[in-house]
């Protein structure tokens, strides 16, 4: 999650397939944020296929079952933490567009594609931050 690059060193940054796949997502989003320029923007695309054994299942967005706060859901949770509307909200990110099911297929093996549905967000690091 710790970008080894300097502070507002982008305009644009992508990050596909990634969030779901890091130990910590707030740490990503914090990262993000950290070495876009004031004005720069954040592509995220993520399928949300959480695993154990790269996120531990506390940090997954939304929880890890019905029980949990997000009650599973990952969407509305990078919504408020991109919007401020979050205790841990990423305040220098403002949610500028977003896309849901968008299609994704990844290439497991020769034989074999998985088909994701992703979730897309464009965020901005504000001026002022």
Known sequence: AALPFAAGSFALLTSLN??????????HLDSTARVLA????ALICTPYDWSAAATPPQAWLGGHS???EGRGASEPLLRALLGGEHPRAVKSLELVAERGA???SVRVHDRSVVQYSA?????RRTAGS
């Open 18 to 27: 990634l969030l779901d796949c890091v130990g910590s997502p707030h740490g």
């Open 119 to 123: 979730h897309l967000v464009v965020a």
């Open 38 to 41: 004031p004005g720069g923007l």
């Open 102 to 104: 968008m299609p994704w």
């Open 66 to 68: 019905q029980r949990a």
